[in-house]
């Protein structure tokens, strides 16, 4: 997910030394408390709960969101067949039943999945959720060309040739074959072929149920989507604010995974990063939806006040900060070009630019730690975090570019952090020859702009800054957006290199098949092996973030599915 940005998806793994991650006995906060405890548990309900960042989501339509925080947003409103429970650490990796009644009855040979749903399960408009509605809302991410954005694993995972087109386009009473509804508490699935990771598919917001007398096109369903959880959206004005109210046909009875604790949640969107900072300090707002981390001003006040850092936290994420170099922009369809980069750039002035060692380990390769499949493959030396000078001249002269070449570099322009991640990669490149041009774009706009290769191509964005965190906690859902190149997409695309290498689609293909997880990992880790001999990314740090929560907060808990606080869990301890 991108964090995405990051954004953005975010299981344990390495990091920058452990700060420290005990709770006291009485549930309090102390630093990092959130990794491995849920701080200030209380069942109390009331107040309104204050979300405020310095981006817009991507996308409130569950089959087109693709940022974190969207994702985690959407714990609010949206339930699915199968969901992450709220709690720290491997505990919240473990997948239990949201809609369905249990977990899914799977046949001998890997391809059906036979789920159940519970009852007493409604929509926000009182009408009975349905398996009707979730297939629907499963057919929606099949029209791509209608509602680009989201993640599209379940068209690999259940278009047996069909070609299915959507449901705007589709003329055929049945559907999409490969999900049949024998009643409406009843939804079977049928793979193309066994995937172990499919579980966690169902369990993205893109499965969620949608009725289809509500689906009012792109731009209108994307401001007031259905709601199968305990808020709805009240009103969405893009880039400034969000109003979520209770639901009120949602029954806890039904629902074991969400407390529902504030009467309302508002997400309130401001332009300027170091306001947002000031405001979380000051008690006035509660969180930062994005999680990226505190400005610098803020970090240093946080890091020298034992009150405030008490309410901080910095917990390693399944997240890689890069730098993407595109194959299909010249001169980056010349490999040595690319390494040129590479070797250019000063690791530790970009992490730096990120926060120093509060941003994270330096990252030497594609695969965060704590992936099954990651190792310590350095074929850059990026672990010694310096520019090597020579190298870069000498792949420079091998790209036929000895006196160095202009280009372009895509940044999020409500991302500080990035930008000043850019501003550092240009001086680094500058003592080459490089010279590199930033362009700046709002960051809700991603999958339009350098989630398009035709804007990328047109705009010549040779390079782009962003983040990536695992869709879910494996290999595939790591590094398999990414390289994938039957996940080019025109819109919405996140294999922003625009590699299909037939080697790595063998092995990607080869994993797909795979049930035993060591072997899934064995071909993962010669992808990402490939990946950097490709000279595709320049992997920039592991990423950590230093933010801060109001003290006010109650069952405060990281969650290492999102990579970041879990949103749906948090309640309010002064009911205000």
């Known amino acids: 997910m991108s964090l995405v940005g990051v954004m953005a998806l975010t299981a344990a793994c390495g990091g920058s030394k452990n700060h420290g991650t005990s709770s006291d006995s009485k549930g ?131 278009d047996e040739g069909q070609k299915y087109p959507g449901p705007y386009k589709d003329k055929s009473p049945e559907g999409l074959k490969s999900v049949q509804t024998p009643d409406d508490s009843t939804i079977v699935f049928t793979l193309k072929q066994p995937n172990s990771d499919f579980l966690y598919h169902l369990a993205m917001g893109s499965a969620s149920p949608v009725e289809q007398s509500r689906d009012t096109g792109a731009d209108a369903y994307n401001k007031a989507p259905v709601s199968s959880g305990p808020y709805k959206v009240a009103s969405y004005v893009p880039n400034k604010s969000i109003k979520f109210v209770r639901n009120p046909y949602w029954d806890q009875s039904t629902d074991t995974l969400r407390k529902a604790l504030p009467d309302a949640v508002n997400v309130t969107i401001t332009t300027n990063a170091d306001d947002l900072d000031s405001r979380l300090l000051a008690g006035t707002a509660d969180l930062d939806i994005g999680q990226a981390g505190v400005q610098t001003a803020a970090q240093a006040k946080i890091l020298t006040d034992p009150k405030l850092k008490a309410y901080a936290d910095d917990v390693p994420s399944m997240t890689i900060r890069y730098i993407s170099i595109q194959t299909k922009v010249a001169p980056f369809d010349n490999i040595h070009c690319r390494k040129a980069v590479i070797y250019a750039a000063n690791g530790t002035d970009l992490q730096t630019a990120r926060g ?160 035993d997880p060591n072997v899934v990992a064995a071909d993962y880790t010669k992808i990402n092996h490939k990946v950097m001999d490709l000279a595709l990314y320049l992997p920039v740090v592991v990423d950590q973030s230093l933010n801060y929560y109001n003290p006010r907060l109650t069952n405060v808990t990281f969650s290492q599915a999102l990579g970041m606080i879990d949103f749906k869990a948090l309640g309010v301890s002064d009911g205000k």
């Open 356 to 515: 120093g060692q509060w941003a994270g380990k330096l990252a030497t390769n594609m695969l965060p730690p704590g992936v099954l499949g990651a190792d310590n493959y350095d074929p850059y030396n990026l672990a010694a975090g310096q520019s090597q000078i020579d190298k870069a001249k000498q792949e420079l002269a091998a790209c036929g570019k000895p006196n160095g070449f202009s280009t372009n570099i895509a940044v999020r322009n409500n991302r500080q952090k990035e930008v000043k991640e850019a501003e550092q990669l240009q001086a680094a490149l500058a003592k080459v020859g490089i010279k590199l041009n930033l362009y700046q774009y709002d960051g809700a706009q991603s999958a339009s702009t350098v989630g398009a290769p035709a804007v990328m191509h047109q705009k010549q964005l040779g390079l782009n800054v962003f983040g990536w965190g695992a869709d879910y906690p494996t290999a595939p859902g790591f590094l398999g957006v990414l390289v994938d190149g039957n996940q080019i997409l025109p819109a919405g695309n996140n294999n922003y290199t625009e590699v299909n290498d037939p080697e790595i689609q063998s092995w990607i293909a080869d994993a797909k098949k795979a049930t």
């Open 28 to 158: 309090g906060s102390s630093f990092n408390a959130v990794a491995t405890s849920i701080v200030n548990p209380s069942d109390k309900k009331g107040g309104t709960l204050n979300l405020w960042g310095s981006q817009d989501v991507d996308f409130l339509d569950t089959a087109r969101a693709y940022y974190a925080f969207a994702w985690d947003l959407q714990g609010l409103y949206a339930r699915t067949l199968v969901a992450y429970p709220s709690k720290p650490g491997k505990d919240g990796l473990q997948l239990q039943p949201d809609l369905a009644a249990s977990m899914p009855t799977v046949s001998a040979d890997g391809l059906t999945y036979t789920f159940k749903l519970k009852s007493g399960l409604k929509f926000d408009d009182g009408k009975p959720i349905t398996s009707k509605d979730i297939k629907y809302g499963i057919e929606r991410v099949f029209a791509q060309d209608l509602l680009p954005g989201g993640p599209t694993y379940l068209i690999d995972d259940l």
